[in-house]
């Protein structure tokens, strides 16, 4: 049974670290994190809540923020609307922000591979009401939150027999979703590391990524690895196994840990 501390708990001793560095990063995962699941991606939306209490986090000294996403990176940053900040999307294979201007070049030669692998399968899963494929650009995912639970095999054979023969890329699973992603050695942990060499936080300060699903666990697990920060991961259940050091239990949870520091700075 796992034995993480909730993340409020937490709060006294990161604030206390912030005022003794004079830095607090926050590096957050959208979906699932900043704005609550729901059925159809363009539908996600943050919560006043947690947008106004991360708006009075930013105006206080020596807080910095990244947004890193499996989404598209343009359409994360609509989404977010936090400004002058990075982005990394399609899980940091595209970043934008400050001073950075990056896609990763391995990913976007998997273009053409990926359109056809997007038309392929928008015409193999037409069959299965509540399955559609969002185009990402540098990745795909096939949602089905509203297919019928009966289909979902059915559903995964059909995106194997489709992707697999396929060069140069690969399949992933997240939170109702698969996505298909190019043969490339790069990860949210790899964006988390590079956005910090921009970010330059001195040593002691506090670092913290908060995400939700098993992609985010590779920043929690880069974070802790490397020694430069810890993952807080969100979560209705707190599985036995995760990298990061402590968890809140819904979205609305971390516009609260945003208030509390905010209170505590």
Do not use: C
């Not at 810890?230 to 819904?250: M, T």
Request: hydrophobic share 45%; no cysteine; glycine share 8%.
């Amino acid at each position: 049974m796992t034995m993480l501390p909730h993340a409020l708990e937490r709060v006294a001793g990161w604030a206390e670290a912030w005022r003794r560095t004079g830095r607090l990063v926050l590096l957050l995962d959208f979906d699932g994190t900043l704005a609550p699941i729901v059925d159809r991606p363009e539908l996600a939306a943050m919560p006043d809540f947690t947008r106004r209490a991360l708006e009075r986090l930013m105006a206080m000294p020596g807080v910095e923020v990244a947004v890193v996403s499996g989404r598209g990176e343009a359409d994360v940053r609509e989404r977010a609307a936090i400004p002058g900040i990075a982005y990394a999307g399609n899980h940091g294979m595209e970043i934008h922000g400050p001073g950075i201007d990056r896609i990763h070049p391995e990913a976007a030669a998997a273009r053409p591979v990926l359109e056809r692998a997007a038309r392929e399968l928008r015409d193999a899963i037409a069959g299965i009401p509540g399955a559609f494929v969002e185009d990402k650009e540098l990745t795909l995912s096939v949602h089905f939150r509203l297919a019928p639970r009966e289909r979902l095999g059915e559903l995964h054979e059909i995106i194997r027999r489709v992707v697999d023969p396929l060069p140069g890329v690969h399949l992933t699973e997240g939170k109702q979703v698969i996505e298909v992603r190019p043969n490339v050695d790069w990860n949210k942990g790899k964006a988390v590391l590079f956005l910090l060499e921009q970010m330059h936080p001195p040593a002691g300060a506090p670092v913290l990524y908060f995400g939700d699903d098993r992609t985010d666990e590779d920043a929690f697990r880069a974070l802790r690895d490397a020694d430069a920060g810890e993952g807080v991961l969100i979560a209705e259940q707190v599985p036995e196994e995760s990298a990061a050091s402590s968890y809140l239990h819904a979205p609305a949870e971390v516009g609260e840990v945003f208030a509390r520091l905010a209170e505590a700075g």
